[in-house]
C-alpha cells in the first residue's frame, strides 16, 4: 500500500517567522523598558524625603528633583539627576583647578611667600 502525502499545507516562511520573533523581541524590550522607568521613578522619589544638606552631598538640590519629576513619565528622572551631579562635580574641579593656577601664577607680593599647590590626595570639593 502506497501513501501520498499532500503538499497543500505549506509551512511558514522562514521570513514570517523572523518578523515575528523581531515583533516579540521589540515587545517585550519596551515593556522592560517601561519597568525600568517606573522602578527608577519609585527609587528616586525616596530622594524626596531626604534633608537638603543629604542631597548636597550627593550633588542635588531640590530644583533637581523638581525638574526630574517634570519630565514625562517614560522619560528617566534618574538620568537627569545623574547629569545635574555630573555638572556640578565636573564645574567644582574646574573652579578648584583654576583657583589653585591662579594663586600659583601669581606673583608673590613680598616675594618670600611660597606657592600653594593642592594636595594631590583630596578630592577637589575639598580646595572650595
Known amino acids: 500500500m502506497t501513501t501520498t502525502v499532500s503538499a497543500s499545507k505549506q509551512p511558514v516562511a522562514p521570513s514570517m517567522t523572523r518578523?515575528?520573533?523581531a515583533l516579540v523581541r521589540l515587545a517585550v524590550g519596551r515593556t522592560r523598558g517601561v519597568i525600568r522607568v517606573f522602578?527608577?521613578?519609585?527609587?528616586?522619589?525616596?530622594?524626596?524625603?531626604?534633608?537638603?544638606?543629604?542631597?548636597?552631598?550627593i550633588g542635588l538640590t531640590r530644583s533637581d528633583l523638581r525638574d526630574a519629576y517634570a519630565e514625562p513619565l517614560w522619560h528617566d528622572p534618574t538620568d537627569v539627576l545623574a547629569?545635574?551631579?555630573?555638572?556640578?562635580?565636573?564645574?567644582?574641579?574646574?573652579?578648584?583647578?583654576?583657583?589653585?593656577?591662579?594663586t600659583a601664577l601669581r606673583p608673590a607680593a613680598t616675594g618670600l611667600e611660597p606657592l600653594h599647590?593642592?594636595?594631590a590626595d583630596r578630592s577637589a570639593r575639598f580646595l572650595v
Do not use: K, N
Not at 522602578?39 to 552631598?57: E, K
Not at 567644582?92 to 593656577?101: I, N
Open 19 to 21: 518578523v515575528l520573533l
Open 117 to 119: 599647590y593642592p594636595s
Open 83 to 102: 547629569r545635574r551631579a555630573r555638572e556640578r562635580r565636573v564645574s567644582r574641579q574646574r573652579q578648584a583647578f583654576e583657583a589653585s593656577h591662579d
Open 39 to 57: 522602578r527608577h521613578r519609585r527609587d528616586a522619589r525616596m530622594l524626596l524625603g531626604v534633608d537638603d544638606r543629604m542631597l548636597a552631598d
